[in-house]
């Protein structure tokens, strides 16, 4: 299994641009999230996914639009790139609590993230 | 004390000592916790974990404690060696509409010092 996998690794963008990030899983999951990871501080969520076709707001959405067509891919678009979404992102999945797992551990496992700067 | 902003909080231990990192959460009604390792350009790993209904919980050299009075963690690290050296998250669970999601500390640094 290659877990969660994240593509670009990184990317360079002019403000306005416009780009999409792939995050992909092969474990199953119900659950996917995107987070952004700025200096100095912990993880922030940007969108997150209960499953294929639903999509949800996260602590900070704006800018951001979101895509679960498939249950193993959760996207991740810009519409018009700004500086201020120069940050790391990282995508992380996890089963769906009640699906009959009996199982201590509920953890999200995270993808290695996408170094993304904004000119 | 711990602050939020550009400078994560460091903890430098010697290698070989014990480490102890702590994290206050939020939500009084949260009901399951973890913490994560993240070691530089690489994502957050899974380390451990526990669940409301406990105060303690040991792996393999390390201990999270609960203290749901005071919506206290800790990760306690025995031996601490320089693999060990990496920022540390805690993350609490908390329950929407649709699920569950976690929120996550600011993260401390850990350097092991030889």
């Known amino acids: 299994n290659a877990g969660v996998t994240q593509t670009p690794k990184f990317r360079v963008l002019k403000t306005g641009q416009s780009m999409t990030l792939l995050c992909a899983q092969d474990?199953?999951?119900?659950?996917m999230y995107w987070y952004r990871q700025d200096p100095g501080m912990g993880l922030r969520l940007i969108h997150y996914s209960v499953g294929e076709g639903t999509t949800a707001k996260g602590e900070v959405p704006d800018g951001y639009n979101v895509s679960r067509l498939k249950k193993q891919n959760f996207l991740l678009g810009l519409e018009s790139a700004a500086p201020s979404q120069t940050s790391v992102y990282f995508c992380?999945?996890?089963?769906?609590?009640?699906?009959?797992?009996?199982?201590?551990?509920?953890?999200?496992?995270f993808g290695p993230g996408t170094r993304l700067t904004v000119l | 004390g711990e602050s939020v902003g550009l400078h994560l909080p460091t903890l430098s231990v010697q290698e070989g000592d014990n480490s102890i990192i702590n994290c206050a959460y939020s939500?009084?009604?949260?009901?399951?916790f973890i913490w994560y390792k993240q070691e530089s350009g690489k994502g957050p790993q899974f380390i451990i974990d526990?669940?409301?209904?406990?105060d303690k919980r040991q792996g393999q050299r390390v201990t999270v404690l609960l203290n749901k009075t005071v919506k206290h963690l800790s990760l306690q690290i025995a031996a601490t060696q320089p693999g060990d050296s990496a920022v540390y998250f805690c993350a609490e669970n908390m329950r929407d509409n649709y699920g569950q999601n976690f929120v996550f500390g600011p993260g401390t640094r850990l350097s092991v010092l030889p």
């Open positions: 992380a999945s996890r089963y769906r609590m009640g699906d009959g797992r009996s199982s201590f551990t509920d953890t999200q496992y």
């Open positions: 939500n009084s009604a949260s009901d399951y």
């Open positions: 474990m199953n999951h119900e659950y």
């Open positions: 526990i669940r409301s209904n406990m």
